[in-house]
């Protein structure tokens, strides 16, 4: 079991660019989640999904960001025309639903929008 | 929404001290876990503690669920200890709210 895993660590962009990170779950995990966190805040939760239906999205999730996940494995969240107020630190975790929902988090995906 | 209140905000201690985070929330939870994010922003799993208490190592964590709140123990802190403490909460189907975290400095 080698955790959840997110690529790429850091990005620098300039505003009005896409972007687009990945999440690799723990292996048979089946629910997966993004969170959004900026400085001397816990984490935010953006939308989760459940094998591949994406369940719930928060309303902090605006219209420029989408996120994926095909076939219930790997995870994208792409944001489209980043704004400065977009610069966060991005979470990926998963879980497996039995019961016990025990989230383990990814490393983060450092976004800077310059 | 549920509400989540940690307590204090900052705490310094000394190497060798001990220290009792607080974790308070508003509403009937079923999972309750308690994270520590280094340096790196890495959160990492101290305890999934809906109820009751939990030992692990110089960590140790009781959560009074019928009371609403949860509070960890760190003895003989380490300057490895230093870092931003979080309970995360979620309540039915809701996914995890987070409280502001206890931010942490142990000093040698």
């Known amino acids: 079991d080698t955790g959840v895993s997110q690529d790429p660590r850091h990005k620098i962009t300039k505003r009005g660019q896409n972007v687009t990170f990945r999440c690799d779950p723990i292996s048979e995990h089946n629910r997966l989640y993004w969170y959004r966190q900026t400085l001397g805040q816990g984490p935010e939760f953006l939308t989760y999904?459940?094998?591949?239906?994406?369940?719930?999205k928060s309303r902090l999730l605006s219209n420029r960001f989408s996120a994926e996940r095909p076939k219930g494995s790997f995870s994208t969240l792409e944001i489209q025309r980043t704004e400065q107020g977009d610069s966060a630190m991005y979470l990926c975790?998963?879980?497996?639903?039995?019961?016990?929902?025990?989230?383990?988090f990814g490393p983060g995906t450092r976004l800077t929008v310059t | 929404g549920i509400q989540v209140e940690q307590s204090p905000p900052d705490l310094i201690l000394q190497e060798g001290a001990n220290s009792t985070l607080r974790c308070n929330f508003s509403?009937?939870?079923?999972?309750l876990q308690w994270f520590h994010q280094n340096p790196w922003g890495q959160l990492i799993n101290l305890f999934y503690i809906p109820s009751g208490t939990k030992q692990n190592g110089r960590l140790s964590a009781t959560t009074v669920a019928t009371e609403r709140y949860s509070l960890l123990y760190i003895s003989s802190s380490q300057t490895t200890d230093s870092g931003v403490y979080f309970c995360a909460v979620c309540s039915g189907n809701t996914p995890l709210v987070f409280g502001k975290g206890t931010r942490l400095s142990v000093i040698a």
């Open positions: 509403d009937s939870v079923n999972n």
């Open positions: 975790a998963s879980s497996f639903d039995r019961g016990r929902d025990e989230q383990y």
């Open positions: 999904f459940q094998n591949e239906a994406q369940l719930e």
